[in-house]
């Protein structure tokens, strides 16, 4: 099957950009290679790229800094590929809003899998039969299921990642109704879960930041101790 999706890959090991190409290329996706965070950065300026996965040692830049700029300058999907296990480096990763985040050394497959899961979750695939035309409002704020899109009472849009409307979307879809873990990321993903699930805890305290007057009591997205969150808001499905 072809996938026709473009995957822009910022390392600079060249025999690892290689092993990373020849695995999406062998599976149908068309890849960019840029070895340093400016040629990447260059690269995404002239074409369309859909998900880009970046390596954390670059020469030019740090990593974690070159994942915010992309989450700034570009909707496609970002996955870290490291070489760095540490905890601290995946949350501090998925914090900067990268999708995902993958050790080396790592199987084709897996790589593969990773990269296919974030594509049907990326704005770049938001086209879902049903959810045309879609928006949830709550206390003001609105959440267009087709733009992707997150406004304040104020009509601002807010920057949101990937992973935080999909988030956003299973909470106003079940409000004042207490969701675990598991089943966010079931009704987020399709049982398509993520590998590293403490992302849920991050992507909530992210949401929290952007939406709750005070993060730290937070009034809408409430923790349930050992249980899970629940969206304590009403909510509202206004047609177009």
């Given at each position: 099957?072809?996938?026709?999706?473009?995957v822009?890959?910022?390392?600079?090991?060249?025999?690892?950009?290689?092993?990373?190409?020849?695995?999406?290329?062998?599976?149908?996706?068309?890849?960019?290679?840029a070895?340093?965070?400016?040629d990447?950065?260059?690269?995404?300026?002239?074409?369309?790229?859909?998900?880009?996965i970046v390596?954390?040692?670059?020469?030019?830049?740090?990593?974690l800094?070159?994942?915010?700029?992309l989450?700034?300058?570009?909707?496609?999907?970002v996955?870290?590929?490291?070489?760095?296990t540490?905890?601290?480096?995946?949350?501090?990763?998925?914090?900067?809003?990268?999708d995902?985040?993958?050790t080396?050394?790592?199987?084709?497959?897996?790589?593969?899998?990773?990269?296919?899961?974030?594509?049907?979750?990326?704005t770049?695939?938001?086209?879902?039969?049903?959810?045309?035309?879609?928006?949830?409002?709550?206390?003001g704020?609105?959440?267009?299921?087709?733009?992707?899109?997150?406004t304040?009472p104020?009509?601002n849009?807010?920057?949101?990642?990937?992973?935080?409307?999909?988030?956003?979307?299973?909470?106003v879809?079940h409000?004042?109704?207490?969701?675990?873990?598991d089943?966010?990321?079931e009704?987020?993903?399709?049982?398509?879960t993520?590998?590293?699930?403490?992302?849920?805890?991050?992507?909530?305290?992210?949401?929290?930041?952007?939406?709750?007057?005070?993060?730290?009591?937070?009034q809408?997205?409430?923790?349930?101790?050992n249980?899970?969150?629940?969206?304590?808001?009403?909510?509202?499905?206004?047609s177009?």
């Amino acid at each position: 099957m072809i996938e026709s999706n473009s995957v822009l890959v910022i390392d600079d090991d060249p025999s690892a950009c290689e092993v990373v190409a020849d695995t999406l290329e062998s599976n149908g996706f068309q890849p960019f290679i840029a070895n340093n965070a400016a040629d990447g950065l260059k690269v995404l300026g002239r074409n369309n790229i859909d998900l880009i996965i970046v390596d954390l040692g670059l020469p030019d830049m740090d990593g974690l800094e070159l994942t915010r700029s992309l989450k700034s300058l570009s909707k496609a999907g970002v996955i870290i590929l490291s070489g760095r296990t540490e905890t601290t480096e995946k949350v501090v990763g998925l914090e900067l809003g990268a999708d995902d985040y993958l050790t080396k050394p790592f199987e084709p497959r897996e790589l593969v899998a990773r990269v296919r899961s974030v594509l049907r979750r990326s704005t770049s695939k938001s086209e879902i039969t049903g959810e045309q035309g879609r928006i949830y409002e709550f206390d003001g704020w609105k959440l267009d299921i087709n733009r992707r899109e997150l406004t304040d009472p104020d009509n601002n849009v807010i920057e949101i990642t990937s992973g935080e409307f999909d988030f956003l979307k299973v909470f106003v879809e079940h409000p004042n109704r207490v969701l675990s873990r598991d089943q966010i990321l079931e009704f987020a993903y399709n049982n398509d879960t993520p590998a590293y699930d403490r992302s849920v805890d991050i992507r909530i305290t992210r949401l929290r930041r952007k939406i709750e007057p005070d993060p730290k009591s937070p009034q809408w997205i409430k923790t349930v101790r050992n249980a899970g969150y629940i969206f304590a808001v009403p909510v509202v499905n206004v047609s177009r």
